[in-house]
């Protein structure tokens, strides 16, 4: 019988550790009401691009998720009134 190599994964994260706000925290779900205010958008990168995005994401401590809205909201806010 093969075994995997437990080095070579992850461990799983304790669901009842206490979080810290950082880019590794990003699986949590959010509340109810912020999830009813949402909305679910998906998007095809390239694999390069995907790769810089959540290395540039893990450099600012911050989910990938967030580093997106916040690329958006810049994009947003640079565009000329209609």
């Known amino acids: ?7 070579r994964y992850a461990p799983r ?3 009842n550790a206490p979080t810290t706000g950082s880019a590794k925290d990003a699986f949590i779900s ?4 912020a999830a009813d205010e949402m909305s679910k958008l998906t998007i095809r990168l390239l694999k390069s691009m995907h790769k ?4 540039a994401a893990l450099a600012e401590d911050v989910s ?4 997106i809205q916040e690329a958006i909201n810049q994009k947003l806010a640079s565009k000329p009134a209609s």
């Open 13 to 15: 994260p304790d669901p």
């Open 52 to 55: 810089d995005v959540k290395a």
């Open 64 to 67: 990938v998720q967030e580093w």
């Open 30 to 33: 959010p509340s109810p009401q």
């Open 1 to 7: 019988m093969v075994t995997k190599p437990s080095s």
